[in-house]
């Protein structure tokens, strides 16, 4: 007898049907992550995500590319950096752990690098979470994990994720590491970018909670997630690797609350048309319809964001949305949503004067006015 | 961002044209700006790929990195910059007026005046976005701490002469570039957005081919049209045609046309290295020639829109006529490029890479001050940014109804009058807050006495600059049916607390830095390709 179909196999099906047959299910990678920080509220990015649909062939088949891409130039310096750092077994990364973070532990010696290999994403999941525990029967060693997977239930539906490394600390805590290539210059990064390596490093340690959970049993708890990650870089101008310890307690605390609040994506599905599928193979009329059946909130965050962006604004523009122009312009205009009611508001042929924005707006159109007068004068 | 402006941004997307967001221009734009229009390459700090540069809009100088993770190909880039930009620098070095400043005697403790020289005008660097800046920042740093051969023989991969003065120089450019309403370095995307509001989000205002195409939209379409097609329109090759304004290339670019370009560059360096007599080396020099081309052309073709339209904004710019007070702010423009000057003829060391305490809160205090400084002279120097302070109750403008002659008590009676001004605008004015109205461009205080005819009317009491007599001096009191504009806002800055000199700073700020060690400079490692 098979067994009976749960919800959440009933869940993946569904997903797999939106995304079309045979196209492989895309990883939620650090881009689709930060757009989840940026636009926690989109139906559409959250059902495409959930589905693991490619959000970037999507966007050429919908006529509208985006325009991320990633140089082949820092592609390759990124790798370069990261085998850099990893070379030797790890030795100048744990050193690095060591120096950052757990000074008072043994300085790491003869550490153990697991082999994680595995066939698909659930089993390389699975490999991590196993060696995790192999880990824990090692007390008083170091262990580096290369590249393991990760997953997360987010919105419902299973998400995976490749953190750069995770160390697991001789007192049995872990730590995640990320690589990234942008410099530590005199001691300071970007902050735009150290602030999305933190977001990124956060879903990390969210995912590795959840691993701890299962590996707790009765005679030994479970396992401590370090919130203070290693961001190594690049020091100054050179290639040598510099780390520094990132606190990311309000980053998780963001990321987890968002999770939690995100509309469960069976609920998106349940209100799409049946048939409805987003493989950039359709016609694009056809994917345009479907697209179309899921709201989005477009924002110029987006932009930075997601892939989908250009196809959004375009929509948003054509309709005549505030919020085109930004997040906060919208939030001054009152209940005041689309260009051209603002415009009319602004010249007195419609809105209620009583109302502030209003008044705020009409008067501000005659300041304008009267100021631009002056000046042709 | 005020309403005021919110309102031109919505205006832009109604009309599809960019609309003024000021009626003057309020920056200084020299005559002979230099224009830098610089490349990277993508995942590397602080390498560059190849720049745009001169003061000849028609005959700009290409410079190119053909292999930008060869360091010695990196020095020559540098070091032609140096050739360029130096020279530019020095042609403003000479030309000296005489002025005062007042300096603290060290034997008495006095304030004194003591002549001084003040360049009579300063270069200005142009890059295209606000990107642009951080780059002559990075470049700056990644310069100024080299060792050339003559300053350290013994210096492992010694850096060019001049180069380490050229990073000092474009450190002070980026430093300045800091402090608000400063000229020295602009970005043409900042300046432009400055001056008109597109019907874009200001995420969107870095594109400065889009920013252009809202301002002054080619024949036939509208903006809106003309900016969507700079910022997303690609050509048969999958290539930009409107390039980004760089210093990041397009990824498109970086993959299809350059890398393979520096690949046929490196295997012709390689086989020239390779080869075995005069003839053969004579041949694949010749394929190493076409190889450098190759990639000097594409660097041209994709820098080259942005330098013309770095020019095409600064024409729009110069069309606009200069705020009053522009020259005041440029002339402490002047003042910076002199002082770095005189310290580099001092034979100062760089700028250390951490200001001690007590320059960090100078620097801090100099900026806030020019912030608020910049806030004010352009409220005074332009009706619509006025308006905007005007909606925000920090300023107001109406006829004088009512002049009543009164005095101040004391022994000498002075005048005290007090003006009625009806306005429209609703000012945040409590109980004898002091206002402030431009007399001759000197401000003139006056104070909050009452608000008649539920907030309509204003009653003020004028207090200074009208002369020591009992009467006013003509001209110096409002009259009945002038027009007159008080703000709530100071004109002028005071300086802030003097702070301690840096061998006083006290413990709390890290006690005093002891004496300045010469900065070390960058550790270079032995190999250079990652």
Same mark, same amino acid.
Do not use: N
């Given at each position: 007898m098979p067994p009976p179909r749960t919800r959440g196999t009933a869940l993946r099906h569904r997903l797999a049907e939106l995304r079309g047959p045979d196209v492989p299910a895309k990883a939620l990678d650090a881009r689709a992550l930060a757009a989840l920080a940026a636009n926690p509220g989109c139906a559409r990015r959250a059902i495409l995500d959930g589905a693991g649909v490619n959000?970037?062939?999507?966007?050429?088949?919908?006529?509208?590319?985006?325009?991320?891409g990633q140089s082949q130039f820092a592609l390759t310096r990124g790798n370069a950096f990261e085998a850099k750092v990893k070379a030797d077994g790890g030795a100048e990364l744990l050193r690095l752990v060591h120096e950052k973070l757990d000074r008072s532990a043994e300085p790491p010696a003869d550490a153990r690098v697991p082999d994680l290999t595995a066939t698909g994403p659930q089993g390389r999941t699975a490999r991590t979470a196993l060696e995790l525990r192999e880990a824990a029967a090692h007390p008083g060693a170091w262990t580096l994990l290369d590249h393991p997977m990760l997953a997360l239930d987010v919105a419902g539906s299973p998400a995976f994720l490749e953190p750069d490394a995770v160390v697991v600390h001789p007192d049995g805590s872990w730590t995640v590491v990320e690589i990234k290539s942008f410099p530590l210059l005199d001691g300071s990064a970007d902050p735009a970018k150290v602030g999305a390596a933190a977001r990124q490093a956060a879903v990390y340690v969210l995912a590795l909670e959840e691993v701890a959970v299962r590996l707790a049993h009765e005679t030994a708890p479970a396992p401590r997630v370090r919130h203070?990650?290693?961001?190594?870089?690049?020091?100054?101008f050179s290639n040598l690797p510099a780390a520094s310890a990132v606190d990311i307690r309000k980053q998780r605390a963001v990321t987890a609350r968002q999770l939690a609040r995100l509309t469960r994506i069976e609920d998106i599905a349940d209100t799409l048309p049946e048939g409805t599928c987003f493989s950039p193979e359709l016609p694009a009329e056809e994917l345009t319809a479907a697209v179309e059946s899921v709201p989005a909130t477009y924002a110029p965050e987006c932009l930075s964001a997601c892939e989908l962006a250009f196809h959004c604004r375009a929509r948003s523009r054509e309709t005549g949305a505030v919020t085109s122009l930004g997040r906060p312009v919208r939030a001054e205009l009152g209940g005041l949503a689309t260009v051209e009611d603002v415009l009319a508001a602004a010249r007195g042929e419609a809105g209620d004067p009583d109302d502030p924005a209003v008044a705020a707006l009409r008067r501000a159109a005659v300041l304008r006015a009267e100021a631009l007068e002056a000046a042709c004068r | 961002m005020s309403l005021i402006s919110t309102l031109a941004r919505l205006e832009a997307v109604s009309t599809g044209r960019a609309q003024p967001a000021a009626t003057v221009r309020h920056r200084h734009l020299g005559d002979h700006p230099l224009v830098f229009v610089p490349l990277t390459t993508a995942g590397e700090a602080g390498a560059p790929l190849g720049a745009l540069v001169g003061t000849d809009r028609d005959a700009p100088r290409l410079l190119v990195v053909p292999?930008?993770?060869?360091?010695?190909?990196?020095? $020559?880039?540098?070091a032609e910059l140096a050739d360029v930009v130096l020279p530019y620098i020095d042609g403003y070095a000479e030309a000296v007026e005489a002025a005062e400043r007042t300096e603290t005697d060290p034997e008495t403790g006095k304030r004194v005046k003591v002549e001084v020289e003040l360049c009579a005008d300063a270069p200005q660097l142009i890059?295209?976005?606000?990107?642009?800046?951080?780059?002559?920042?990075?470049?700056?740093?990644?310069?100024?701490?080299?060792?050339?051969?003559?300053?350290?023989?013994?210096?492992?991969?010694? $850096?060019?002469?001049?180069?380490?003065?050229?990073?000092?120089?474009l450190t002070h450019f980026g430093e300045r570039a800091r402090v608000p309403g400063s000229s020295l370095l602009l970005a043409m995307t900042d300046v432009l957005g400055r001056h008109w509001a597109i019907g874009q989000s200001t995420l969107e205002d870095q594109h400065l081919g889009a920013l252009l195409a809202w301002i002054d939209p080619p024949e036939g379409v509208t903006g809106a049209e003309a900016a969507l097609r700079a910022e997303l329109e690609r050509d048969e090759r999958g290539q930009l045609t409107c390039p980004p304004a760089g210093p990041a290339t397009d990824p498109a670019f970086d993959n299809k046309l350059l890398a393979p370009a520096i690949e046929r560059y490196d295997r012709a360096r390689t086989a020239l290295a390779a080869a075995e007599d005069g003839l053969e080396a004579d041949d694949r020099l010749g394929a190493l020639t076409a190889a450098e081309r190759e990639i000097r052309d594409l660097l041209l073709s994709r820098t080259r829109p942005t330098w013309d339209a770095v020019w095409r904004g600064l024409d729009l710019l110069r069309e606009l006529p200069e705020g009053a007070h522009v020259e005041e702010r440029w002339t402490r423009d002047r003042w910076s490029f002199t002082g770095h000057r005189d310290r580099v003829l001092a034979g100062e060391p760089p700028q250390p890479r951490r200001d001690d305490a007590v320059t960090a809160a100078n620097k801090l205090a100099t900026r806030e001050r020019e912030q608020a400084r910049l806030e004010a002279q352009e409220a005074l120097d332009d009706p619509l940014v006025m308006a905007g302070r005007r909606l925000?109750?920090? $300023?107001?403008?109406?006829e004088v109804t009512d002049v009543v002659m009164a005095y101040s008590d004391g022994k000498r009676p002075s005048p005290r009058p007090l003006v009625t001004v009806r306005t429209d605008d609703r000012p945040q004015l409590g109980e004898r807050t002091k206002v402030y109205r431009s007399l001759g461009g000197k401000p003139q205080s006056a104070e909050f006495v009452a608000a008649e005819e539920d907030?309509?009317?204003?009653?003020?009491?004028?207090?200074?600059?009208?002369?020591?007599?009992?009467?006013?001096?003509?001209?110096?009191?409002?009259?009945?049916?002038?027009?007159?504009?008080?703000?709530?806002?100071?004109?002028?800055?005071?300086?802030?607390?003097?702070?301690?000199?840096?061998e006083e700073t006290p413990w709390t700020h890290g006690g005093p830095p002891g004496e300045a060690l010469p900065e070390a400079a960058d550790p270079v490692t032995e190999e250079d390709v990652l």
């Open positions: 959000k970037t062939a999507l966007a050429s088949a919908l006529g509208s590319p985006s325009a991320f203070r990650i290693l961001l190594v870089c690049p020091k100054d | 292999q930008p993770r060869d360091r010695d190909l990196r020095f $020559a880039f540098l890059v295209p976005s606000r990107a642009g800046i951080d780059l002559v920042r990075l470049l700056g740093r990644s310069m100024r701490f080299r060792r050339t051969a003559e300053q350290d023989p013994e210096a492992p991969y010694p $850096a060019p002469p001049r180069v380490p003065l050229l990073g000092r120089w925000a109750g920090e $300023a107001f403008a109406g907030g309509a009317c204003v009653v003020l009491r004028i207090l200074d600059k009208m002369g020591r007599g009992k009467e006013p001096e003509p001209g110096s009191v409002p009259e009945k049916g002038d027009r007159v504009c008080f703000t709530l806002f100071e004109h002028e800055q005071r300086g802030g607390a003097k702070l301690p000199d840096p």
